[in-house]
């Protein structure tokens, strides 16, 4: 196992609900890839400094986790097809 942090950059336009639903599918993705969450932090919404898909705002969220080695493309992926995720950052630690 080794650790990882993750930040994502949601749509600054989301629902307060949306933004948790997307949180916890990020959670429920790391879960279900053998991964633990040991850290979750919501740094809320913000706005840009430069527009992203015609977005102003964006809302942010940073994750710690452990999970294998071969998880992070798996969720690279998953967070790629999301429409919801404006940007993502996945560092290994």
Do not use: C
Not at 6 to 25: I, N, P
Not at 69 to 92: A, H, Q, T
């Amino acid at each position: 196992m080794r650790e990882y942090e993750l930040l994502v950059l949601g749509k600054g336009d989301l629902a307060e609900s949306e933004q948790k639903t997307l949180t916890t599918e990020i959670e429920r993705t790391i879960s279900d890839g053998k991964g633990t969450v040991q850290k979750r932090d919501d740094w809320g919404k913000r706005t840009l400094a430069y527009e992203i898909q015609k977005h102003k705002d964006g809302v942010y969220s940073l994750f710690h986790f452990l999970a294998p080695e071969d998880f992070p493309k798996k969720l690279e992926k998953k967070l790629s097809l999301n429409e919801d995720v404006l940007r993502y950052l996945l560092l290994r630690e």
